[in-house]
């Protein structure tokens, strides 16, 4: 891993953090480090992982507490933030975001396997530390999932109509990038998104999404991550894989997230064997915008106190 001082924040004070990579076998992947506060450092690394379209900087609010006893690693997804985007002519498939953090892990946390570490996911990034946590249960202590309960799904039946989609957009590829006049002119848009922020948040979460371009500013975001996916899972397989949760799982619930209401999910979490449920105030981004003191403090009770 490679440390500089982060640089290019809207953040007067980047709360602490440092830019890191992670060469892996086939793709790089950036992120942000929270050096712990912590003398002893007794506690096992925490790795974040965001959601779709979002980077690190998502963490920027609740990751330095965390950091008062963990080390803490945010992560920026393969085509987000400023990890590497995946090769012309390849997609952005759930299961290549697990393969990513599993030899994410192996490579740069692993320490010869013999400490298990503690995830938190948003959204996306808690499908993601979800899978993982399924399938290798052994690397992982706690799992954190912020307003996510497992991958979207599809019935069986839609298999076809999604792969036709998937296929078509794929060979018409993305339209020109917009152009903005100003990183600020940007985040103005982000603040309507299909979870809007507010205009603080948007300003700490934009940023790291863009990049120069000649005439102003462009999304640095791989816009194939906007393509439909080719294949998506069915509810019986999303209810199978949270099945296999073999470690204690936190459930941060947003009163007003995505998943609000949601009574059809109610069988996903009495699918969990070993489930703590926290119901914070605030929308899709608790952790980030608004009051963030009752995620804040769910979480460390989860993965300190227990």
Not at 176 to 194: D, F, H, N, Q, T
Request: some cysteine; glycine content about 8%.
């Amino acid at each position: 891993m490679n440390d500089a001082v982060l640089a290019g924040s809207r953040l007067a004070n980047p709360a602490g953090c440092r830019e890191a990579h992670w060469p892996l076998q086939n793709i790089e992947l950036a992120g942000l480090t929270w050096p712990t506060k912590s003398p002893s450092k007794t506690h096992p690394p925490v790795l974040m992982v965001h959601g779709w379209l979002d980077n690190a900087m998502t963490f920027a609010r609740l990751a330095p507490d965390i950091a008062e006893l963990a080390d803490v690693h945010g992560i920026d997804m393969a085509g987000h933030g400023h990890s590497h985007h995946r090769p012309p002519g390849y997609g952005y498939w759930l299961t290549d975001y697990v393969a990513d953090l599993c030899e994410l892990v192996d490579v740069h946390f692993s320490k010869g396997g013999e400490q298990p570490l503690d995830l938190i996911g948003h959204s996306l990034g808690g499908i993601v530390c979800a899978l993982y946590a399924a399938a290798f249960p052994e690397r992982v202590r706690r799992l954190v999932m912020i307003d996510s309960i497992g991958a979207l799904s599809r019935p069986a039946k839609e298999t076809v109509p999604q792969l036709r989609r998937a296929l078509q957009k794929k060979r018409s590829g993305s339209a020109p990038p917009a152009v903005y006049s100003s990183i600020e002119a940007a985040a103005k848009i982000r603040e309507g998104g299909l979870s809007p922020l507010s205009s603080e948040a948007a300003g700490t979460l934009v940023p790291r999404n863009m990049r120069e371009h000649s005439d102003g500013f462009v999304w640095r975001t791989d816009a194939r991550l906007r393509h439909p996916t080719a294949l998506m899972m069915t509810e019986e397989q999303v209810q199978a894989s949270l099945s296999e949760l073999a470690v204690s799982v936190l459930f941060i619930r947003a009163q007003e997230g995505l998943l609000a209401g949601r009574k059809e999910l109610d069988k996903r979490i009495e699918l969990i064997p070993d489930l703590t449920i926290a119901e914070v105030p605030g929308g899709h981004h608790c952790h980030l915008d608004g009051d963030t003191a009752p995620v804040v403090s769910a979480i460390k009770r989860f993965l300190f106190d227990a």
